[in-house]
C-alpha cells in the first residue's frame, strides 16, 4: 500500500480485549498507530473507535486489508468503515435564497479549510448563480413545485450519481426532502437550522425571535432524517443577545452562527470523525491532523 493515513471508525458491542486486539492486528499487518480515540456508552454497552495508521511500509493492498479485517470485526460485531487519506470526496451544495452559508463553504473549500471537492451548487431559484459562478463551480437552477417535487428530485439524483457526490450539504435550501430521497443518502446530507428558537419554526424566525425578546441565538448542524430537524446532531452553537439587539442584528449574528457550525460540522464528516448510533452522533475531536 503506497504511504497514506488510513482511518477506520469502529462500533461494537463493549467487551473485555478490544483495544489489545485491534492495537495488535494493525501492529502485525506494519501500521503505525497515530491516533486511537476511544469512547464507551456504559448505559448501551456499545463501545466506540477512531484509529488512524500510518500505512508507509505496509505491502498489504487495501482489498486484502479489508478482507482480513473480516476476520477480526466479524466475531466481535463490528461495524465499521475505512477511509484511505487519497480520497477526496465530491460534495453537492444545495442552497434556496441565502448565500451566507455557501459563501463560507465555498470559500473554505477553495483555501483548503475543507478538504472535498465541490462539484456542483444546486437550487430551486437562480438568485444565487453569481455565488457559484464567482467560484467557477457548475450552478444548476432546478425549479420546483408540489406537482413536480419527485421530477425535480429525480433530476438532482441524476446530477449526483453522473458526478460521484459523496455528500450533500444543505445550506439553507428550504424544501422538505422526501423520505425516500434522505433514506437513500443516509448519513450522508447535513442540514442546518437556527436552534434555540424552536418556538419560532418556519418563515421569519428572527423578526418572531425578536418580538419575544430572546436571549440566545444558535444553530444546530445534523444529519437529515425523515423527521424533519431531528436527526443525529452533528455541532451546535449558540451566541448571547439582549435588548438592545435588532431584528437585522439576530440575523446576522445567527448568520455568523451558522456559518461555523455547519463548517464544523463538514469538516467532521470530511475528516471520519463522526459514528452514527441511533439518533445520536458520536463526534471524535481532532487529533491535530
Not at 485491534?22 to 497515530?34: H, P
Not at 441565538?217 to 451546535?236: F, N, S, V
Not at 446576522?252 to 463548517?263: M, Q, Y
Request: with cysteine; glycine share 6%.
Amino acid at each position: 500500500m503506497k504511504s497514506q493515513i488510513v482511518t477506520f471508525l469502529i462500533k461494537c458491542p463493549d467487551q473485555k480485549g478490544l483495544v489489545a486486539k485491534i492495537t495488535s492486528f494493525f501492529y502485525d499487518k506494519g501500521f503505525n498507530i497515530l491516533s486511537c480515540q476511544q469512547y464507551v456508552n456504559a448505559l448501551e454497552n456499545t463501545y466506540f473507535m477512531r484509529i488512524r495508521l500510518n500505512a508507509d511500509g505496509t505491502e498489504i493492498s487495501k482489498s486484502a486489508l479489508e478482507k482480513d479485517f473480516l476476520s477480526l470485526a466479524n466475531p466481535l460485531e463490528f461495524t465499521w468503515s475505512v477511509n484511505y487519506g487519497n480520497e477526496t470526496q465530491n460534495v453537492a451544495i444545495m442552497v434556496s435564497h441565502t448565500s451566507h452559508n455557501l459563501y463560507d463553504l465555498l470559500e473554505r473549500s477553495r483555501e483548503g479549510g475543507l478538504n472535498c471537492c465541490v462539484k456542483m451548487v444546486i437550487s430551486n431559484h437562480d438568485k444565487l448563480r453569481y455565488v457559484a459562478e464567482m467560484f467557477g463551480i457548475p450552478f444548476y437552477h432546478l425549479p420546483i413545485s408540489k406537482e413536480t417535487k419527485l421530477q425535480q428530485e429525480a433530476q438532482i439524483r441524476e446530477l449526483l450519481e453522473a458526478n460521484q457526490i459523496d455528500l450533500i450539504i444543505m445550506a439553507r435550501y428550504m424544501q422538505v426532502l422526501s423520505s425516500g430521497f434522505i433514506n437513500d443518502y443516509k448519513e450522508r446530507i447535513i442540514n442546518i437550522h437556527h436552534s434555540s428558537l424552536p418556538a419560532f419554526q418556519g418563515a421569519n424566525p428572527y423578526e418572531r425571535a425578536y418580538q419575544r425578546g430572546v436571549k440566545l441565538i444558535g444553530a444546530t448542524a445534523h444529519y437529515a432524517t425523515e423527521d424533519l430537524d431531528k436527526g443525529p446532531i452533528i455541532d451546535q452553537d449558540v451566541k448571547h443577545v439582549n435588548h438592545e439587539s435588532t431584528t437585522k442584528t439576530l440575523k446576522r449574528i445567527g448568520a455568523d452562527t451558522e456559518k461555523l457550525v455547519l463548517a464544523r460540522a463538514v469538516k467532521y464528516h470530511l475528516n471520519n470523525q463522526i459514528i452514527v448510533s441511533g439518533n445520536r452522533a458520536i463526534v471524535f475531536p481532532e487529533t491535530g491532523e
